[in-house]
T-cell receptor, first 111, second 113 residues
Framework: RKEVEQDPGPFNVPEGATVAFNCTYSNSASQSFFWYRQDCRKEPKLLMS???SGNEDGRFTAQLNRASQYISLLIRDSKLSDSATYLCVVIDLQGAQKLVFGQGTRLTINP | NAGVTQTPKFRVLKTGQSMTLLCAQDMNHEYMYWYRQDPGMGLRLIHY???????AKGEVPDGYNVSRLKKQNFLLGLESAAPSQTSVYFCASSLAGWGETQYFGPGTRLLVL
């Protein structure tokens, strides 16, 4: 089992729809979690951190479920500009691999 | 601020050739990282540095060497390139720790024939 797993997609949704995807992690001792966004042929950029209490930034909501070991990203009222690949990142400062990226979920918003 | 810059943007090598990728950041960050990104594999950490003069191995260090002689620069070397090293290489930096925002450079596309 991979340390961090994401459904690679692609997810194709119409503009204005709500879309959500998850990222599962295998190490229960993981401490920090993030979502990055990567546009085609560009570098990743931080989208948001994921806190234990959840985190909301405009149309984006990130949640952490420690019991089931996954984080989620919800995008409401999706825009064409939300089309990108979304990467989750899991941090375990005590582990051999302190930082692991998921392979990414590709999202396309259609007009 | 330029942020994180990488040189070169694109390179073609023949098997066995060597090259050095340069990463520079002007944000006074302590931590710097080198990743490779391959289709279906996500970003994998090659080497990292937690400060000037320090380096450490990441998940996939074989075939690569690094140096951090100056705080702002992190060099990635391929001594004898192999086709398996064809990839997109990203450098990143963060202020002072793993759990902080990583700022990525634009990437270097490397093709090894």
């Amino acid at each position: 089992r991979k340390e961090v797993e994401q459904d690679p997609g692609p997810f194709n949704v119409p503009e204005g729809a709500t879309v959500a995807f998850n990222c599962t992690y295998s190490n229960s001792a993981s401490q920090s979690f993030f979502w990055y966004r990567q546009d085609c042929r560009k570098e990743p950029k931080l989208l948001m951190s994921v806190y234990s209490s959840g985190n909301e930034d405009g149309r984006f909501t990130a949640q952490l479920n420690r019991a089931s070991q996954y984080i989620s990203l919800l995008i409401r009222d999706s825009k064409l500009s939300d089309s990108a690949t979304y990467l989750c990142v899991v941090i375990d400062l005590q582990g051999a691999q302190k930082l692991v990226f998921g392979q990414g979920t590709r999202l396309t918003i259609n007009p | 601020n330029a942020g994180v810059t990488q040189t070169p943007k694109f390179r073609v090598l023949k098997t066995g050739q060597s090259m050095t990728l340069l990463c520079a950041q002007d944000m006074n960050h302590e931590y710097m990282y080198w990743y490779r990104q391959d289709p279906g594999m996500g970003l994998r950490l090659i080497h990292y540095s937690v400060g000037e003069g320090t380096t450490a191995k990441g998940e996939v260090p074989d075939g690569y060497n690094v140096s951090r002689l100056k705080k702002q620069n992190f060099l990635l070397g391929l001594e004898s390139a192999a086709p398996s090293q064809t990839s997109v290489y990203f450098c990143a930096s963060s202020l002072a720790g793993w759990g902080e925002t990583q700022y990525f450079g634009p990437g270097t596309r490397l093709l090894v024939l």
